[in-house]
């Protein structure tokens, strides 16, 4: 995402996974051979990389590992934890880092002046919100239920689009797994419910109670408060996390309409 934004996709050489990818110059740049699949963490292809020849590889520490391979290519390893922030500012702000890594340090910081200013004009839009509507996330993935804690970037993300998360005293700030009784018991009257998935074809309410009839039972489904975004139909994972303040202004259209009236959903909207 740092890249796209800086608009520099020719200093990418290789990248690990194209299933979520959207943008067309990269897309086109995996056909050509300009840019190179290198596999994945744990099972890294360092035949391509070597053929690639890149100057620095970007990884991520905390995921599935597989770098002592990549140790012996002698190519620099950096660590990028953008995604370990527990702010929406604080993963934008790494696109700093990647400009100074290519050369566009003021391009990149300009580009996070713009972000931090709309963000922080919508922080002052929710900050005088009367009534603070509840919200859970989440879905049963093989009987269990997948949450993150109330300290996550999620958590502060819903603080600041004016709602309380139903997790909000809890205080970790990774993944907390649940059961279907014990989320029930927390959000059966939330106002709304965030799901983020890839489900193949228009996800409704129907589609919803056709995986597990309960659902039906949380007001946020009765009241149609579920917030949704499909990752096979918008560009989540690939652009969000240099746009916190589009993903900010979604949320607020869901949750307090009244006040971005006219804000179009990127991400993230109210399924009707």
Request: hydrophobic share 40%; with cysteine.
């Amino acid at each position: 995402s740092n890249f796209i934004t800086l608009e520099a996709l020719d200093r990418v050489i290789g990248i690990t996974s194209s299933r979520f990818l959207f943008n067309k110059e990269m897309k086109q740049r995996l056909k050509e051979g300009t840019t190179k699949k290198i596999g994945m963490e744990g099972n890294f292809d360092a035949e391509v990389i070597i053929q690639a020849n890149p100057d620095l590889i970007l990884i991520s520490p905390f995921k599935r590992g597989g770098y002592d391979s990549l140790k012996e290519l002698g190519i620099p390893l950096l660590p990028h934890l953008g995604y370990k922030e527990m702010t929406p500012l604080g993963q934008a702000e790494w696109i700093k880092c990647m400009g100074l890594l290519v050369g566009l340090e003021s391009e990149a910081i300009a580009r996070f002046e713009t972000i931090e200013k709309r963000y922080n004009e919508l922080l002052q839009l929710t900050a005088g919100v009367k009534k603070r509507p509840v919200v859970f996330s989440g879905e049963l993935r093989g009987g269990n239920w997948y949450a993150v804690g109330g300290r996550s970037f999620l958590a502060q993300l819903f603080r600041d689009a004016g709602a309380d998360y139903f997790l909000k005293d809890d205080t970790r700030s990774g993944g907390v797994t649940l059961d279907f009784e014990t989320v029930y018991s927390q959000a059966d009257k939330a106002d709304f419910w965030r799901i983020l998935n890839s489900y193949p074809g228009e996800f409704s309410y129907n589609a919803l109670k056709a995986e597990d009839s309960r659902y039906a039972d949380f007001r946020a489904f009765r009241e149609k408060g579920v917030v949704y975004c499909n990752l096979r139909e918008r560009a989540f994972y690939e652009s969000s996390p240099t746009q916190p303040e589009v993903v900010l202004a979604d949320l607020i259209r869901a949750f307090h309409p009244d006040l971005l009236p006219d804000h179009t959903p990127v991400y993230y909207e109210l399924i009707k």
